[in-house]
């Protein structure tokens, strides 16, 4: 039979992925690198962070050795021989033995000046001399040119998406393009003649398109470039047209229509038509998102994905979204948040395939994992979706899980 | 003494957000509302959703009850009047008693029709007739009208930003635009003498400016909207207009500048010196953040931040975050996934102030939580942040955790 093929698992269906890679390079400024992949070769700081050495209080940069065995009983007598200005050169004082100089959190030491004292532990005898009542050993008190990076350390960890603090980073070494990993075009297509677009008034048997609009959602919240190609019917020679063109200008293609055989058949049929393409997937073994198909044409993707909007989402978060994570420089990575959970109830399932059940999450007691409870609903119903808050995954060798059991949840994001 | 204030307790900082209310509404289209939260009040459906019955199954449309008491050896012959094609009106078709109809997943229902039996459960005798192996309950494989949303049937929760099925929900209904809360714009001013913008070659005493890239990012990632006023020199009359302008165009003000103690009282200076400003808080129970300021002006909110980028990044998590989020139409909460982990080492800790220790995490043993290791590095070292995957809460009655001891871990987004 033309297109058979076995359900797979998920992590058979994750294994094909190993054969697209990561998108090309573009350069982009700090300022706008927020959630995206540096691409090529770890990135270096190139020069010390901070530039000098800082003091880390208010005070008087001093030699350190000038306060050895000073106390309150019997301070050290320093002569102050100027001020630090904030944003001037410390270095242009030199500290001989016995001298100190001002200094403020931030601002550069002087030469020979390896330590500060805060100006709590000191008393101004005069405008010259200082008390110092407490001693301070050398480097204390003082961040050290280069403590933060050093020239040829790595600033970041690879596959990272940048975050806040990265981002700061990479300004205070001066650097204000970063180079990164493109983000990868998601073209979405509907199909179905029962579809209406959400703008445009029902007629007699007509639905109207929410996948479009879900899809393209969760692509931009996994760090994609949607582009909704709308409603195309069901048409091979049409359809065919629109996917090749989409093909050209995105990275992943999602087909997404009814549920019914013919549906099925005719997706297979545009996936299997597609000039290059070649089908590596044709069914999974999970629930829902059984009939998923997965074609490759050169570095692209195209999905078909299940017709029931819920059962889309769940291949989604499964595959589409860690597939777009390894386009933008990440691994194949579902990048959600896992926690444990205790069912507040039993749950049927099936041995064989792998389940997800959609469950909202409310507080179990102090020191207790929240608590799962599942939202049922059938997968053509959009309801239990917006009241779920994440995925319970159940494993393919298990039967149920009994009221009570610790089970992983997928929170949404 | 003018400007004294205590410290007080985060909860105490976040109570002084009860004078702030939800920015005013604005309309988007619903492709556009990711992340947004709907203002005013609930949503309602405003029609059924399914518009009509449907058939979850592909197969037969039936009226039941002429399928009752069928078998594989005993089936029931009933009569094939006709099929309904997708997206066509089933409501053409009315099923006569012995009749039946094909019809597709999806599909409307003919009028009188009750049940659809699965084409697994049929054998076709010759065109007109089907044979009918299994008996269906009324409303067995159809999703009737009005399942997932009754016209006045309140859609989404109040106060949950919008996710990718709720955008589905709202398209599958009709509608196109929705009302929600503007996003919060958040102004960012550095101060300090010492600070260079991150594309000036840096001259002796210079540091570049780390803290406004990190704020806007923090910013944008929180939801708001950021815009960067530079670096202001430390002129109060200089600042004091920037801030003026900066305030006329912002809902919350965020000056950040160096530690020392002459830059704090600059920095009060400011806040107290805007015209029409009443002083909230002075000083937080926490640390590190201690030195935080709030001032506000009508609905409008300025923040003192901490000179120390790692200071003024809890400080943002732990009430600027919170205080978009509200503006944006949800609760001063923090919006950050709080884990349990087990600390892999003992940390100390004061009584009398909250702290927030930045943490990297390892999975733990099979079961357990994750294991929280502290990240240590002083404040104004960012390469800790760079490292840490959270921060790590210890309560103010406690004097420190043992090693694994269990604690509370905010994840940074």
Known sequence: MKGFFQLISSADFLELFSRFSALDQETVPVTEA????????????????PPFSRSTMDGFAVRARDTFGCSESEPALLEIVGEIAMGSAGTAFTLKPGQAVRIWTGGELPKKGDGVVMVEYTHLMDEQTVEICRPVAPGENVIRAGEDFEPDSEILP??????????????????????????????????????VPPDQPLGPGKIRDINSTTLAALVTEAGGIARCYGIIEDDLERMLAVCEAALQENDILLLSGGSSVGRRDFTLQVLEGLQGSELLAHGV???????????????RAVFGL????????????????????????????LGLQKITALTAEQIP????????????????????????????GRSGLLSPLVRADGLLVIGRDVKG??????AGVLLFP
Chains 1, 2 share one sequence.
């Open 401 to 406: 899980l009994d009221k009570g059991a610790r």
């Open 158 to 195: 690879e596959k990272r998406p940048l975050r806040p603090q990265d981002l700061g980073v990479l300004s205070g070494l001066g650097k204000t393009e970063l180079t990164v990993h493109k983000q990868p075009r998601v073209g979405i297509i509907s199909t179905g003649d029962e579809l």
């Open 285 to 299: 073994a999970i629930r829902p998102g059984k009939p998923t198909l997965l074609a490759a044409r050169g570095n």
């Open 34 to 49: 927020l959630g995206r992949v540096p691409a090529g070769a770890g990135i270096t700081a190139g020069e010390q962070l």
């Open 306 to 333: 299940p017709g029931h909007v819920a059962s889309a989402m769940v291949v989604f978060y499964l595959f589409v979204r860690p597939l777009i994570r390894q386009f933008s420089g990440l691994g194949p990575t």
């Open 349 to 376: 399932s099936t041995i064989g395939r792998e389940e997800y059940v959609r469950v909202s999450l409310k507080s179990g007691r102090e020191n207790d994992p929240p608590l799962a409870t599942p939202v049922y």
